[in-house]
């Protein structure tokens, strides 16, 4: 088989890898492979293939490294943003991880400042991070969307 065709299907390969996955560095490494491809295809020796396809994949991965710190997603807000939550109890006080009642369930929470809450006191939630609320004594602005 042709140099050139086996980094064809490497290519493709990993272009179709990337439809599955969803991000943009498996389509950066087809993109460096079909490099080697033309490289390959135009009777450049493997040593050539494989630096072409390695500038190429470096290039391509600082762009989506750049690229992804460039763009800052905006998040649709939480559902659960802004609704009151009840501390409860103290899990650490100097690291300010709390125990708050929100929906009639438990959750732990870490109160976003220094703050001497009572049981009782009644918290707004400002974002939720995994299983962990953050809250606040302020109850949070509305965010509006475009």
């Given at each position: 088989?042709?140099?050139?065709?086996?980094?064809?299907?490497?290519?493709?390969?990993?272009?179709?890898?990337?439809?599955?996955?969803?991000?943009?560095?498996?389509?950066?490494?087809?993109?460096?492979?079909?490099?080697?491809?033309?490289?390959?295809?135009?009777?450049?020796?493997?040593?050539?293939?494989?630096?072409?396809?390695?500038?190429?994949?470096?290039?391509?991965?600082?762009?989506?490294?750049?690229?992804?710190?460039?763009?800052?997603?905006?998040?649709?807000?939480?559902?659960?943003s802004g609704?009151?939550?009840?501390?409860?109890?103290?899990?650490?006080?100097?690291?300010?991880?709390?125990?708050?009642?929100?929906?009639?369930?438990?959750?732990?929470?870490?109160?976003?400042?220094?703050?001497?809450?009572?049981?009782?006191?009644?918290l707004y939630i400002?974002?939720?991070?995994?299983?962990?609320?953050?809250?606040?004594?302020?109850?949070?602005?509305?965010?509006?969307?475009?």
């Amino acid at each position: 088989m042709q140099d050139y065709l086996l980094w064809l299907v490497a290519g493709f390969v990993l272009v179709i890898a990337e439809l599955l996955s969803g991000t943009f560095y498996l389509l950066v490494l087809g993109i460096a492979a079909f490099a080697g491809a033309a490289m390959a295809f135009s009777q450049a020796g493997f040593a050539m293939q494989a630096i072409v396809a390695a500038v190429v994949m470096v290039a391509g991965l600082a762009w989506v490294q750049h690229w992804r710190r460039r763009t800052v997603s905006e998040r649709m807000p939480s559902i659960d943003s802004g609704q009151p939550a009840v501390f409860e109890s103290w899990i650490d006080r100097p690291s300010r991880q709390a125990r708050v009642k929100y929906r009639d369930t438990l959750w732990d929470a870490i109160i976003e400042e220094p703050a001497d809450t009572a049981p009782g006191e009644v918290l707004y939630i400002v974002s939720m991070e995994g299983n962990t609320l953050k809250v606040a004594r302020q109850k949070p602005q509305a965010v509006r969307l475009r």
